[in-house]
């Protein structure tokens, strides 16, 4: 027995002296610094710190210190390598050590490498001796000092601008004049002036005070109010109020305002969920992003890339040393096919109603204008837009935030041309063939009950020159029903429905009654336009490109760099193409054509009416519709234009955008 505790005894006095003799290493202490480090525990890493050095910082301040100079500086990929020397090399006996370290990271600004020397002092506390870290600013970049500061400042890329195609600004980046107020000079009657400015600016005291009352005011620096907008730049009445003064900013700008709203869309200062969806992709706070039109679609190439500039700040508040600095990447300026003249042009004309308007030039596909009516001003978004005037678009009736030149219509009588061309390609119309038709209204038989087709020429021998001059519904529907659905549906479909056209402005696919028309009723409806036949205006120009390209139908493109592309060769036969330009140019310049009022004697406009009825039945009086026109020069072809306006019932139907159309013309071709 007592051997046995003898033997516990030395056992345990054995393990105690060999516990007491392992060494303990100022490398063990450093590399834990180091690996607590590079995971960003701030909280471990303080754990290592020498007893003064814990004197000298408490451990919140020190994991503040970083997280927030780290955050500040948008730190990423950080590494942190020890370059310790070897074992026998050092001298541990001594009390303090100095060993070195090297640091990268990824920024703001751009990568930031050093390399600096740690000093490690040995300390006893209730565990024993040991290495423990004495810290000093020194240690987060080797040139900061205690009371310095480490800055981030993010250089904001200048974003790209995008022009017509003769250079004219649509989407600038231009001088405003933005309106605030300093608090300590508002003078003896604060209240007085805050009136007089919420006057000028049609805003209210309230507004004013909402950010006079921010959280980073301070009464001697100048607080911003308003961007003044394009057609209120006269700065003189603002200046005579007490406090109130201007500075110049550079903010994105339109030009050409509603008559280029939904082709521009306009940008907005990104938002707290849009910011953290992007933070990954280079946004910061204070960024603005395309929120609509062509400044979402090429947000990627518009946007450009931020630059950055790291520094340290000495204890007065000055530069001292910049760690880090990377230069901004503009956005890419963008040139587009757009003609801005024309695209104003055909905004006023379509100002005061709800429609839109397509024009191409239709040897090359490249489009010349996109309107939509109604529209809004994309620059009050920018420069300051008041709840009134969001309040009052918003509730409008005729949406005027809607895009309409990518939305899907009736076509109505437009259709009939590509009818007419696939009645010559089946061989169920010939070219001199005569249909006889008697009266106003036409059903097929028996079958079809009360329901029929109308017509407004009577006129009992109808070629197909006269079905295109009187826009006979009935010869149409009659070819429709002898080609038959299928053979019908399978031709019309090769004009692009139901298939996804190369676009920058995303639009959902034409239809055919979603490709299955039921009954021969809908299908002869849908021969003239009317049916469930739903297409784009964007997709109508196109269609009719190959009128004028010889059968070749284009993809319309909107970029300048693009170039002409072919979207269904030989779609239609050069004969048939040069029978259907005859017909279109009779629509006009025969005296009896639906077209005729477009007609001007020193062009040869080919072109097609349309009126498409939007009701739920043919007994439905209580529906509107929609008036459509799509023409061009036959002999200087530069010029395609589609125009469609909503609510023409009662006004004339097709008829009403006729005057429209005409003045287009005339003043593209002056």
């Known amino acids: 027995m007592r051997k046995s505790l003898f033997g516990l005894i030395l056992m345990g006095i054995i393990i105690s002296i060999t516990g007491c003799s392992k060494e303990k290493l100022p490398e063990d202490t450093f590399t834990s610094y180091l690996s607590a480090w590079e995971e960003l525990d701030f909280a471990a ?14 451990k919140q301040d020190f994991i503040e210190r970083y997280e927030n100079i780290y955050s500040g500086i948008n730190v990423s990929n950080l590494k942190i390598d020890s370059k310790l020397v070897e074992k026998e090399k050092q001298n541990t006996e001594n009390e303090m050590i100095t060993l070195p370290y090297s640091v990268t990271m990824e920024t703001l600004a751009g990568p930031i490498e050093f390399t600096n020397e740690a000093k490690l002092i040995k300390e006893e506390n209730e565990k024993g001796e040991d290495w423990y870290i004495d810290w000093g600013p020194s240690l987060i970049f080797p040139n900061l000092e205690e009371g310095e500061q480490v800055s981030a400042q993010i250089i904001k890329a200048t974003r790209g601008e995008i022009r017509d195609k003769n250079g004219s600004g649509l989407a600038i980046n231009a001088n405003a004049n933005v309106v605030g107020v300093v608090p300590n000079k508002l003078g003896d009657n604060p209240s007085d002036s805050k009136a007089r400015l919420a006057e000028l600016l049609d805003s209210s005291i309230e507004e ?50 509603e008559a280029a709203a939904h082709l521009t869309g306009y940008v907005r200062e990104i938002n707290a969920e849009q910011l953290e969806e992007l933070k990954d992709k280079g946004y910061s706070s204070g960024d603005v992003i395309g929120q609509s039109g062509l400044e979402s679609i ?33 956005g890419k300026d963008i040139q587009l096919t757009i003609d801005a003249v024309l695209q104003e042009k055909i905004y006023q004309q379509l100002a005061d109603e709800v429609g839109t308007a397509v024009a191409l030039n239709p040897t090359n596909g490249s489009v010349l204008s996109l309107v939509s009516t109604p529209a809004f001003d994309p620059n009050a978004f920018v420069r300051g837009l008041s709840e009134e005037q ?34 010559l390609k089946t061989g169920v119309t010939e070219l001199d063939e005569v249909r006889k038709i008697d009266g106003r209204y036409w059903s097929k038989d028996d079958t079809w009950g009360d329901y029929y087709v109308t ?39 090769m004009y692009g429905f139901e298939e996804e056209m190369e676009f920058p402005f995303s639009m959902t696919p034409s239809t055919l009654a979603n490709g299955e028309i039921k009954n021969e009723i809908q299908l002869a409806d849908t021969a003239y336009g009317q049916g469930e036949v739903m297409i784009s205006p964007i997709h109508l120009a196109a269609i009719y490109t190959a009128f004028t390209n010889n059968g070749d139908m284009l993809y319309p493109h909107l970029l300048a760099d693009d170039e002409r592309k072919v979207w269904k060769e030989n779609l239609i036969d050069t004969e048939i193409v040069e029978k259907l330009n005859d017909y279109l140019l009779q629509v006009v310049e025969d005296p009896a054509g639906t077209a005729h009022g477009t007609y001007i004697p020193s062009m040869s406009i080919a072109g097609k009416t349309g009126t498409a009825e939007i009701k739920a039945s043919k007994d439905d009086d209580s529906g509107t519709e929609n008036g459509w026109f799509i023409g061009y020069d036959t002999e200087n072809s530069q010029l395609l234009l589609t125009m469609m306006i909503e609510d023409v019932k009662e006004r004339g139907g097709s008829s009403f955008a006729i005057p429209k159309v005409k003045s287009i013309f005339e003043f593209y071709h002056q």
């Open 45 to 58: 890493m303080y754990g290592y710190l020498s007893q003064e050095s814990k004197e000298e910082i408490d």
């Open 208 to 257: 004013i005070d909402s950010k006079l009352n921010a959280s980073w005011v301070r009464p001697e620096l100048f607080v911003p109010i308003s961007t003044l907008p394009l057609d209120k730049q006269d700065i003189e009445p603002f200046l005579q109020v007490p406090g109130v003064a201007i500075q110049e900013k550079v903010v994105r700008t339109y030009p050409f305002g």
């Open 298 to 330: 090429l947000e990627k190439d518009l946007k450009g890339k931020n630059g950055g500039h790291i520094f340290i700040k000495d204890k007065n508040g000055e530069f001292k040393e910049t760690l880090a600095k990377l230069e901004p990447v503009p």
């Open 390 to 423: 969001w309040e009052s678009w918003s509730n409008d009736e005729n949406s005027p935030f809607l895009n309409r030149f990518m939305n899907r219509y009736t076509p109505g009588s437009v259709f009939k041309t590509i009818t007419a061309a696939v009645g």
């Open 455 to 493: 017509r407004v020429h009577e006129k009992s021998s109808v070629t197909l020159k006269d079905a295109f001059v009187f826009s006979d519904n009935i010869f149409f529907a009659q070819e429709a029903l002898e080609m038959g659905k299928e053979t019908f549906i399978k031709e019309v479909t």
